[in-house]
């Protein structure tokens, strides 16, 4: 009886416990490097015009995002402190296709 209330108690905490990101399959690594303060000016017809979002980085080509998934393991707030390294799940955006991304998963390295 004991055992078992031990083995019931360890499977408990393990399920409990499971990092949702480590069953997850990444396309992709990169490094987020900061906040898009460009000061365009913003055509009401061109979205892709309009600064705002974060850049990343990934192999070799900058891109930007306006939003991290609901999902995600990553914060960013006034302390963030660029660059950070992160694996991600991405597409180009329908809207917005020069360097506007979509970011689908996300996760810190």
Not at 25 to 30: A, C, I, K, L, R
Request: hydrophobic letters at 40%.
């Amino acid at each position: 009886m004991n055992k078992s209330l031990i083995l019931g108690l360890f499977l408990c905490c393990t399920v409990a416990c499971h990092d949702e990101t480590s069953s997850v399959q990444f396309m992709d690594t990169g490094s987020l490097l900061g906040y898009d303060s460009r000061m365009m000016p913003c055509m009401a017809n061109n979205l892709c015009a309009c600064p705002g979002g974060i850049f990343v980085q990934i192999r070799e080509k900058t891109y930007r995002f306006l939003e991290l998934p609901k999902n995600s393991n990553v914060i960013l707030d006034g302390t963030t402190r660029f660059p950070l390294k992160v694996k991600l799940n991405w597409e180009k955006s329908k809207t917005c296709p020069l360097d506007l991304i979509e970011i689908k998963q996300i996760a810190l390295l």
